[in-house]
């Protein structure tokens, strides 16, 4: 856990880094380090009063609760708010004070979250669960450092300058990398595999539960200490120095991993700044640009959703290396008086500095360099023979998937309910307001103008004397949004024989892994059904971690029969359970397959009354057309007429193909009606 806490000390020395992610399994204890941190923090002053947290040394000239001549000051520790994955919008951001709003007449301001965390710690735990709607808020905040709000008739601008800490387990999905990029540092994190280590902790844990305060008490001494230490690294800070020549190794550490943009630059260069300052030095020192490397770029480096973070840490080096300074050389002394007549030492002529024989040779050279080693015979292995399978068939070992390109969008038709995403049409909590509607248990979003026009009828009938609205339950309205929904798409690949053309698999497996890049960036959960042999299995259970899909893809073996109605009647089973524990999102399934079936009699009758069955239950489904060769039979398409669903060859999942087509449609259509016209 070294990096994690260094990473969140340098944050506490110099909040300007631009807080910390935290990725790590479950159970390493990421939420507890993070939380200890708010008892290190140093208290901050604040205008008595003030809902927002102003600086007295610098107020907010646009602070909500302004102006503020004359207030007095108070001191109090910074906060450590934590957003959790549910929250509201206007939990986040504040809204329109309601009770005041109805019951005095005036449009008031009732601050959220980002108000609370100004100057202290936002906290969000699972961040790469939290909703899209809710990642574009924190960015602009991020980015400005300012909350806007315009909702309810409510218009406030106010300071939301936080040291954002998230944490979450990549088995559960990525964060976009818009938000990924406003992290200033990252650290993953494991359990130690060590015993001692292991039982250690275990043994805290314990004492903790046993006796809170004491075990409080026995390490106060400790923390007061680490206080201390951070206060007075954030008063060193100031004076300490970025040499032009540490500036330089920083930028080039940074255009030589080729990371986008500048604010890898900027963020390594307040790093390095603050590990000086928690070193006790005033200038910044090489060791400070690598570690500040090592906590600020491994993120930045992905190229591509399913790129697992990391740092090529030889690769650094040899760029730290290259932007050294170089040493002065060592001033050389007159030469040795070497006798009378100019020979060696033992005036058999010059000496060669060998200690060699008389040939002067001294033995074989030193090799120098890979170049200078002997030849080496080609160690290339063989590919390995075919494993027998149980199940019938031979077993092919995994083939490589071709390049991911851009898929044409497949969605479920109808409207929706489920989590807020990309794909498929739905009543969301974001997106735009269509019509306004009686509420459905409790209000979460109230539509201002439609509650008014439903209780100003009524007004004389109650009694209004004054400004203040006469309000009942049955005048309340919320909005309706329109926007879109993830889904859920099952994915349920053919791993037989028949699929198992070196070549052909190369070329599904990247049409798959296209479409789990296009379910990544639509924010859909996805699931791995695989056929092959006798039986189907469940490969990967729906999960929001697309990349463990693509890792679970690239492994996925060939060889052995085609049970297709085994894969599908999985895929029932699998979408069965998942309507239980999610009602509201809805599964778009995709089969990939050449559409023949084999195992037993009747094989290809009973996978189509499978897919009878799928489509009973109003499951939309695609049909990825993997049939090539001259002669085909067209079983896939017929497939796809019994899952009620659409079938797509290889050539047609392509967005560029789909647009070429529509091109050439439209190209035809001009011609012919040009040639009518003529």
């Known amino acids: 856990m070294d990096d994690l806490r260094l ?13 910390v992610l935290v990725r790590g399994e479950k159970g390493t204890a990421k ?12 208290s901050i002053d604040v205008v008595a009063g003030c809902r927002f947290a102003c600086d ?75 909703q899209d709607h809710l990642v574009d808020l924190l960015l602009d905040a991020a980015a400005m450092g300012r909350s806007y709000v315009e909702r309810e008739g409510v218009s406030v601008r106010h300071a939301a300058r936080f040291l954002l800490v998230g944490t979450m387990n990549p088995e559960e999905g990525e964060l976009r990398p818009q938000l990924l990029d406003r992290f200033g540092l990252t650290v993953e994190i494991a359990a130690t595999r060590d015993a001692d280590e292991r039982a250690e902790v275990v043994r805290r844990r314990l004492g903790y539960d046993a006796d809170p305060t004491g075990f409080a008490a026995r390490w106060a001494d400790r923390e007061r200490e680490l206080a201390e230490r ?24 940074c255009a030589a991993f080729e990371v986008d943009g500048l604010r890898a630059d900027i963020v390594m260069a307040r790093t390095a700044v603050a590990l000086a300052a928690w070193a006790g030095r005033t200038e910044v020192r090489e060791e400070d640009v690598r570690t500040a490397a090592r906590l600020a770029l491994p993120h930045r480096r992905r190229r591509n959703p399913f790129d697992a973070p990391g740092l090529d840490e030889e690769q650094l080096d040899r760029t730290l290396a290259e932007h050294r300074p170089e040493e002065p050389e060592e001033p050389q002394g007159p030469p040795e008086d070497d006798g009378p007549d100019g020979g060696g030492p033992d005036n058999g002529g010059p000496d060669n500095g060998d200690g060699g024989g008389p040939d002067g040779g001294g033995g074989a050279p030193e090799p120098s360099g890979p170049d200078d080693l002997p030849a080496r015979e080609d160690s290339t292995e063989a590919p390995a023979p075919p494993r027998q399978r149980p199940g019938g068939g031979r077993e092919s070992a995994p083939v490589a998937a071709d390049q991911p390109y851009r898929t044409r969008l497949f969605k479920v038709d109808g409207t929706g309910r489920g989590a807020q995403g990309r794909r498929s049409p739905a009543e969301t909590e974001a997106g735009h307001t269509i019509r306004a509607r009686r509420p459905r248990g409790r209000l979460s979003r109230l ?29 309340l309205r919320e909005q309706v949004r329109r926007g879109r929904e993830s889904n859920l798409v099952l994915f349920v690949v053919d791993a037989s024989g028949s699929m198992a053309a070196r070549q052909r698999m190369t070329a599904v497996k990247g049409a798959v892994l296209s479409l789990l890049m296009d379910a990544y960036q639509r924010r859909d959960k996805i699931g791995l059904v695989t056929f092959r042999g006798a039986d189907a299995e469940l490969a990967l259970p729906p999960t929001s971690s697309v990349e463990v899909g693509a890792a679970r893809l690239e492994q996925l073996p060939t060889g052995g029969r085609t049970p297709l109605e085994a894969g599908l009647l999985r895929a029932h089973e699998v979408l069965r359970v998942e309507r239980l ?22 094989a290809l009758p009973r996978a189509r009354r499978a897919a009878g069955l799928l489509a009973a239950q109003g499951v939309a489904a695609v049909v990825l057309d993997c049939e090539s060769g001259p002669v085909r039979l067209g ?13 797509v060859s290889l050539d047609e999942l392509r967005a560029e193909g789909v647009a070429s087509l529509v091109r050439e449609a439209r ?5 012919t009606t040009t040639r009518k016209a003529a």
């Open 581 to 602: 524990r999610d009602p509201d999102r809805r599964p778009l399934l995709v089969v990939v397959t050449d559409g023949r079936a084999t195992g037993g009699r009747d």
């Open 230 to 253: 951070i206060t007075a690294a954030r008063e060193l800070l100031p004076s300490v120095e970025l040499s032009d020549l540490a500036l330089r190794q920083i930028t080039a550490v």
């Open 447 to 475: 539509h201002l103008s439609a509650t008014l026009r439903a209780a100003a009828p009524h007004q004389a009938a109650r009694g209004r004397s004054g400004r203040a609205l006469v309000l009942r339950r049955d005048d």
């Open 56 to 130: 007295p040394a610098a107020v907010d000239p646009q602070c909500p609760d302004g102006p503020h001549a004359g207030a007095g000051e108070d001191e109090r520790p910074a906060f450590l708010v934590e957003l959790p994955v549910g929250v509201s919008e206007d939990r986040v951001v504040g809204s329109l004070d309601l009770e005041r709003a109805l019951a005095e007449g005036v449009k008031a301001y009732e601050p959220g979250l980002l108000a609370k965390a100004h100057r202290g710690v936002l906290y969000i735990d699972e961040v790469n669960l939290l």
């Open 635 to 647: 079983l896939a398409r017929e497939l796809a007429a019994h899952l009620n669903g659409d079938a």
């Open 667 to 671: 190209t035809t259509m001009t011609t």
């Open 7 to 19: 990473g969140l000390l340098l944050n506490a020395v110099s909040p300007a880094v631009g807080g």
């Open 31 to 42: 939420s507890t380090m993070v939380r200890a941190l708010a008892g290190l923090l140093p």
